[in-house]
């Protein structure tokens, strides 16, 4: 039987290859995080997005399948594309990490302001002005998604928002463990740069189980790094979720 302090050790484990020099060299790959009590919140789940859809057992971007089975969900819809080295100030400033995620107003507001912080460069809003939802399934980015501090509310705004997943060249390793922890979107690592390749408004389908991306515009197909581990933690709605579902902790 898994204890709790194994499940976390086997996050870290799953973590991508290619990460940032400098968290790499603080904690080598294959190698557990050191322990500490968990601080993860517990989010509502969120309300369905019109602009996603998704197939096999998911109704939402959290998952509730069984924490036992494998990931073979199906992502269908536009993209939005970001560069390298997105920074949680990027994600969600932190003028609104008042925003308590485990209240359902304060857990939608939190999703408006998703990738708020980018710069005006960037003239598409992932969220529009005065909406809570945004029109964009899956966020594609490049090299050391999530850097910065190691704040939660990041993947939560994210999944907060309506989008589903997170396809990068590489993560920051706190990015990708918060956002297996909470179970708020899948982070998913691409084996090319995809956004040298794809454009914010494309329609694109990630397909879980054969580890792949297709662009319907542009009528490619892309290969992605099998998600592994993390999958049925996600899947299952973060990281207590599953040690409820697989008897690791008492359910509620």
Do not use: W
Request: aromatic share 8%; charged share 20%; proline share 8%.
């Amino acid at each position: 039987m898994k204890t709790m302090a194994s499940l976390f050790s086997a996050t870290a484990a799953v973590i991508p290859r290619n990460l940032a020099v400098a968290s790499s060299a603080k904690h080598p790959v294959g190698h557990s995080l050191p322990y500490s009590s968990p601080r993860f919140l517990s989010f509502p789940t969120p309300k369905s997005n019109p602009h996603i859809r998704l197939t096999a057992s998911l109704q939402s971007p959290r998952a509730h399948a069984s924490a036992s089975s494998s990931p073979s969900a199906t992502f269908h819809g536009l993209c939005y594309v970001v560069g390298d080295n997105i920074d949680t100030d990027q994600i969600i400033p932190a003028e609104y990490l008042t925003l308590v995620p485990s209240k359902p107003d304060e857990y939608e507001k939190l999703g408006s302001y998703a990738l708020v912080g980018l710069p005006a460069s960037y003239a598409t809003r992932f969220v529009e002005p005065g909406e809570t939802k945004t029109k964009y399934a899956i966020v594609i980015g490049g090299a050391n998604f999530g850097c910065g501090s190691s704040r939660e509310h990041a993947p939560v705004a994210l999944g907060a928002s309506g989008a589903a997943a997170v396809v990068a060249e590489s993560y920051a390793r706190i990015f990708f463990r918060n956002s297996v922890a909470t179970g708020e979107v899948y982070p998913l690592e691409s084996e090319t740069r995809l956004c040298e390749e794809c454009r914010t408004g494309d329609v694109v389908t990630i397909e879980l189980g054969e580890s792949r991306l297709i662009n319907h515009t542009t009528g490619k197909e892309y290969r992605l790094k099998p998600i592994g581990d993390a999958g049925p933690v996600i899947e299952a709605g973060g990281i207590f979720a599953y040690a409820r579902k697989s008897g690791m902790i008492p359910s509620r």
